[in-house]
């Protein structure tokens, strides 16, 4: 049953957000089909998700131990302080202290966790920053050597 109001509740919300994408204009045409195409997609897949949710049968849901939601709630914490620390510490820094917990998290070594996500914030920033061309955040430790 409460997967039911659930559905209903993401139904009204696509719903709304269908409603207030429609009239979205851009005043300079920056790409072919303009600022409103992404919302009215992605709330149009939230609505059809919604329906199935409303729509199919299934057995009672059954909670994970609560060690597993504990580590599910940690992970929650750990992207949660990335996103606050993405713009003070750059996305190499911010992108590895991330890595490291959740490659613990998953059964990782403290070795293979650090170089797993060191290598992980300087690659994935080469290549977004430097072959891409998307600008990233460099935080204040990274500026001075990047310039």
Do not use: H
């Not at 709304?16 to 195409?37: H, K, N, Q």
């Not at 909670?63 to 993405?86: D, H, K, T």
């Not at 080469?126 to 001075?144: N, Q």
């Amino acid at each position: 049953m409460s997967e039911r109001v659930f559905g209903v509740f993401l139904l009204l919300l696509a719903a709304g957000g269908i409603y207030f994408g429609w009239d979205l204009r851009a005043p300079i045409s920056y790409e072919p089909v303009g600022p409103r195409a992404f919302p009215l997609l992605v709330f149009s897949l939230l609505g059809i998700c919604a329906i199935g949710l409303i729509a199919t049968r299934r057995p009672p849901t059954e909670w994970a131990p609560s060690p597993v939601l504990m580590r599910i709630g940690a992970m929650f914490l750990v992207v949660l302080a990335y996103a606050l620390l993405f713009d003070k510490l750059g996305f190499v820094i911010s992108t590895a202290l991330m890595s490291i917990p959740l490659a613990r998290f998953f059964g990782g070594t403290w070795k293979q966790a650090a170089i797993g996500g060191t290598g992980l914030g300087i690659a994935l920033f080469v290549m977004f920053d430097r072959v891409l061309d998307v600008a990233l955040p460099t935080g204040f430790w990274l500026k001075p050597l990047l310039g």
